[in-house]
């Protein structure tokens, strides 16, 4: 069974241009999640889909980030601007339904604004 | 609200030596709890999660956890540490199937 999907797997930009990332869970996964993990720290969540919609995205600093998830599969984080302090590696991750939902992540997008 | 404390930002051991990379949590409710293992430049590693039941659960690659809701504890250990187990180990919270929780890691480092 494939895994979490996720690329690029890295970016260097200048500040103030845009970056896209893309996330596709693993099949039948109903909930994908982003995080972002600063360096030496633990994920921090961005934003929760559950199918199409989101229903958690209270983290997700809204004046420069957007998420969508189109037809509840692969999704896609856009930073528009992106600022020195969003530097980090961003994780996908993937749930089944169930009490549990135990996730499992991609290998992540490691981000370098310059 | 759920927290993590990971006590020790870093532990190292000799080869051969025993593992304890300690986790306590806090919540309102039962917690699930989740240790997940972190590689350089890759995503994190489901090791093992205790969800109801037995509270001494089993993961992969020989490491196990205990859930000890008196201590709020659920520390991850394993007998016998490997060169291969250097990486940082991560212990996370979720309560009723949401997001995780993270602390903020424990770096492993291994010594022959």
């Known amino acids: 069974e494939a895994g979490v999907v996720q690329s690029p797997r890295y970016k260097i930009i200048e500040k103030k241009q845009p970056v896209a990332f893309w996330c596709n869970p693993i099949s039948g996964h109903n909930t994908l999640y982003w995080y972002r993990q600063n360096l030496g720290q633990g994920p921090e969540l961005l934003i929760r889909?559950?199918?199409?919609?989101?229903?958690?995205d209270s983290q997700l600093p809204k004046d420069r980030f957007s998420a969508e998830r189109l037809k509840g599969v692969d999704s896609t984080l856009k930073i528009q601007p992106a600022e020195l302090g969003d530097s980090a590696v961003y994780l996908c991750?993937?749930?089944?339904?169930?009490?549990?939902?135990?996730?499992?992540f991609g290998p992540g997008t490691r981000l370098l604004v310059l | 609200a759920q927290s993590v404390t990971q006590l020790g930002s870093h532990v190292s051991v000799s080869e051969g030596a025993l593992v304890l990379l300690r986790c306590n949590y806090s919540?309102?409710?039962?917690?699930?709890l989740f240790w997940y293992v972190q590689y350089p430049n890759q995503g994190l590693q489901l090791l093992l999660k205790y969800t109801t039941g037995a509270t001494l659960v089993k993961g992969i690659n020989g490491f196990e956890a205990e859930f000890k809701k008196s201590e709020t504890s659920f520390h991850l250990t394993k007998p016998s540490a490997h060169m291969s187990d250097a990486a940082e180990y991560f212990c996370?919270?979720?309560?009723?199937?949401?997001?995780?929780?993270f602390g903020k890691g424990t770096t492993l480092s291994v010594s022959s």
């Open positions: 996370a919270v979720s309560v009723g199937g949401t997001a995780l929780i």
């Open positions: 889909y559950e199918n199409e919609e989101a229903v958690d």
């Open positions: 919540s309102s409710v039962p917690p699930y």
């Open positions: 991750a993937s749930s089944p339904a169930g009490a549990t939902r135990t996730q499992y």
